[in-house]
T-cell receptor, first 111, second 119 residues
Framework: QKEVEQDPGPLSVPEGAIVSLNCTYSNSAFQYFMWYRQYSRKGPELLMYTYSSGNKEDGRFTAQVDKSSKYISLFIRDSQPSDSATYLCAIYNNAGNMLTFGGGTRLMVKP | GAVVSQHPSRVICKSGTSVKIECRSLDFQATTMFWYRQFPKQSLMLMATSNEGSKATYEQGVEKDKFLINHASLTLSTLTVTSAHPEDSSFYIC???????????????FGPGTRLTVL
């Protein structure tokens, strides 16, 4: 079992839809949770960063962490074609000193 | 966020040659730098971690004699792919993290990547 699991998609939605992206993880020692966005042939860009259970909102993006279920989500409201990219969840274990990435979910927002 | 640059962005080389990729943190001091490899439609695979002034720590299965990493300063790390072969063709991405306080403490920022094609 991979430490971080993520549905690869692709996920295709119409413009304006609410998008839900999810990851599960197995190691309860994981402490910090990130979402990165990666456009084709570009490096990942940090979108959201949280370390506690609950919701964190930033504009159209909401990151949600449920440590009891080892489940993290990223919600995108009013999705735009420019949101089309691969979204990677990443989890940081302070003791391990490294990020563990999910496989990435490819999102396509159609105009 | 902080800026991490990579050079070159794209390189094509003949089999058997060596290629050097530079990674720079432009507005913060990176105490730790990471090198990843990414194949098409796949996630990032960590190759090695380097701390400034120390030898790099390689992940299992990564040949340290083939992928030479140097982290000589707090703003520069280099990855040299030695005697490159077509199977080394991939997208190489560096990442930098500051553990020394400041606005970017403990966040990890990625470079734009270098696409290597070995003929």
């Amino acid at each position: 079992q991979k430490e971080v699991e993520q549905d690869p998609g692709p996920l295709s939605v119409p413009e304006g839809a609410i998008v839900s992206l999810n990851c599960t993880y197995s190691n309860s020692a994981f402490q910090y949770f990130m979402w990165y966005r990666q456009y084709s042939r570009k490096g990942p860009e940090l979108l959201m960063y949280t370390y506690s259970s609950g919701n964190k909102e930033d504009g159209r993006f909401t990151a949600q962490v449920d440590k009891s279920s080892k489940y993290i989500s990223l919600f995108i409201r009013d999705s735009q074609p420019s949101d089309s990219a691969t979204y990677l969840c990443a989890i940081y274990n302070n003791a391990g000193n490294m990020l563990t990435f999910g496989g990435g979910t490819r999102l396509m927002v159609k105009p | 966020g902080a800026v991490v640059s990579q050079h070159p962005s794209r390189v094509i080389c003949k089999s058997g040659t060596s290629v050097k990729i530079e990674c720079r943190s432009l507005d913060f001091q990176a105490t730790t730098m990471f090198w990843y490899r990414q194949f098409p439609k796949q996630s990032l695979m960590l190759m090695a971690t380097s701390n400034e002034g120390s030898k790099a720590t390689y992940e299992q299965g990564v040949e340290k004699d083939k992928f030479l990493i140097n982290h000589a300063s707090l703003t520069l790390s280099t990855l040299t792919v030695t005697s490159a072969h077509p199977e080394d063709s991939s997208f190489y991405i560096c990442s930098a993290r500051s553990r020394s306080g400041g606005a970017y403490y403990n966040e990890q920022f990625f470079g734009p990547g270098t696409r290597l094609t070995v003929l």
